[in-house]
């Protein structure tokens, strides 16, 4: 686990964040209404990368590092069933399935929380009709995602020279051995894009859920490293460039989220046309923190 200063993993101060990332050759988050394409402003052509994109990053980095520790564990895991991860409270409780009792439905919850790393830090609803165990507001908030600059979604067409069924050949025979021929199939992605995404941490919500210093860190230590465990031939090369970290002095804030959003700022170089990676941009930051508030470069 990566070593950050106190300031920044300390659960009863309140933080916000900025987070930069970038997709080389790739499909950072396919939209399901345009056929798969890279999701995008349709009126400024900006990229588009959801919130819970970057939440499933960070539970599967989660799941990944930490799939051993009882107090750590994924609530929405991938195509996971959540009211067998409900059930499992109730059963270690005592509970009834079927309880209208608030007080037990409240220690549903609590269980939850102190077994689930993303319910402790996202946020979760879970009152359905068996094994209810109420609402919890995550401390944890993030944005959606957007390109610094337009991106270009192509769809080309790619082939391969296999089959999956002997019936697949023009000749209809089960039977057969070998292709007489191959199979169209299309690909989308960027040539280059640049992201920023921005998020909140809120103490309030924290204490509520018994988030701790451990988990703000392996917070912090996934944003950073999700990436290289996320891999695969849609996504192409992704990487985290930049993880900057206001913390406030008081736990209700001493500024205003988007004064401190706006000292750091992300802009193509003059010099570059159309960018290709990372060093075609350039991150400044306005040395002019606000009182109460100091900045932490987690990654820069």
């Given at each position: 686990m990566n070593t950050?200063?106190?300031?920044?993993?300390?659960?009863?101060?309140?933080?916000?964040?900025?987070?930069?990332?970038?997709?080389?050759?790739?499909?950072?988050?396919?939209?399901?209404?345009?056929?798969?394409?890279?999701?995008?402003?349709?009126?400024?052509?900006?990229?588009?990368?959801t919130d819970v994109a970057l939440k499933r990053k960070v539970r599967d980095y989660i799941a990944l590092t930490q799939g051993l520790d009882e107090k750590r564990q994924i609530y929405v895991k991938h195509r996971g069933i959540l009211t067998q991860e409900q059930k499992m409270a109730f059963d270690k409780l005592g509970f009834d399935e079927d309880t209208k009792d608030i007080k037990q439905i409240n220690d549903a919850k609590a269980w939850m929380c102190e077994h689930f790393y993303d319910t402790r830090l996202f946020g979760a609803v879970m009152s359905t009709k068996k094994f209810n165990a109420g609402q919890v507001r995550g401390p944890v908030q993030l944005t959606f995602a957007r390109s610094v600059d337009q991106v270009v979604p192509l769809d080309i067409t790619i082939t391969r020279v296999a089959l999956t069924n002997g019936d697949d050949v023009s000749t209809g025979n089960a039977e057969d051995t070998e292709a007489s021929s191959g199979q169209m199939g299309r690909k989308a992605y960027l040539p280059y894009g640049l992201y920023v995404a921005y998020g909140f941490f809120s103490p309030a919500f924290a204490k509520q859920t018994g988030v701790d210093e451990k988990d703000l860190s392996l917070f912090w230590e996934s944003l950073e490293r999700m990436w290289d465990f996320d891999r695969s031939a849609s996504h192409g090369r992704m990487a985290c460039r930049g993880l900057y970290v206001f913390t406030h002095e008081n736990q209700y804030g001493n500024a205003p989220t988007h004064k401190l959003f706006d000292l750091i700022e992300v802009n193509k170089k003059k010099s570059v046309e159309v960018p290709r990676k990372f060093h075609d941009y350039e991150v400044t930051i306005d040395d002019k923190i606000l009182e109460g508030v100091t900045l932490d470069k987690l990654v820069d």
């Amino acid at each position: 686990m990566n070593t950050y200063e106190e300031n920044v993993v300390d659960p009863s101060k309140r933080h916000d964040f900025v987070l930069i990332f970038d997709v080389t050759d790739g499909n950072p988050n396919g939209d399901p209404d345009a056929g798969n394409l890279p999701r995008v402003d349709p009126e400024t052509m900006q990229g588009i990368v959801t919130d819970v994109a970057l939440k499933r990053k960070v539970r599967d980095y989660i799941a990944l590092t930490q799939g051993l520790d009882e107090k750590r564990q994924i609530y929405v895991k991938h195509r996971g069933i959540l009211t067998q991860e409900q059930k499992m409270a109730f059963d270690k409780l005592g509970f009834d399935e079927d309880t209208k009792d608030i007080k037990q439905i409240n220690d549903a919850k609590a269980w939850m929380c102190e077994h689930f790393y993303d319910t402790r830090l996202f946020g979760a609803v879970m009152s359905t009709k068996k094994f209810n165990a109420g609402q919890v507001r995550g401390p944890v908030q993030l944005t959606f995602a957007r390109s610094v600059d337009q991106v270009v979604p192509l769809d080309i067409t790619i082939t391969r020279v296999a089959l999956t069924n002997g019936d697949d050949v023009s000749t209809g025979n089960a039977e057969d051995t070998e292709a007489s021929s191959g199979q169209m199939g299309r690909k989308a992605y960027l040539p280059y894009g640049l992201y920023v995404a921005y998020g909140f941490f809120s103490p309030a919500f924290a204490k509520q859920t018994g988030v701790d210093e451990k988990d703000l860190s392996l917070f912090w230590e996934s944003l950073e490293r999700m990436w290289d465990f996320d891999r695969s031939a849609s996504h192409g090369r992704m990487a985290c460039r930049g993880l900057y970290v206001f913390t406030h002095e008081n736990q209700y804030g001493n500024a205003p989220t988007h004064k401190l959003f706006d000292l750091i700022e992300v802009n193509k170089k003059k010099s570059v046309e159309v960018p290709r990676k990372f060093h075609d941009y350039e991150v400044t930051i306005d040395d002019k923190i606000l009182e109460g508030v100091t900045l932490d470069k987690l990654v820069d």
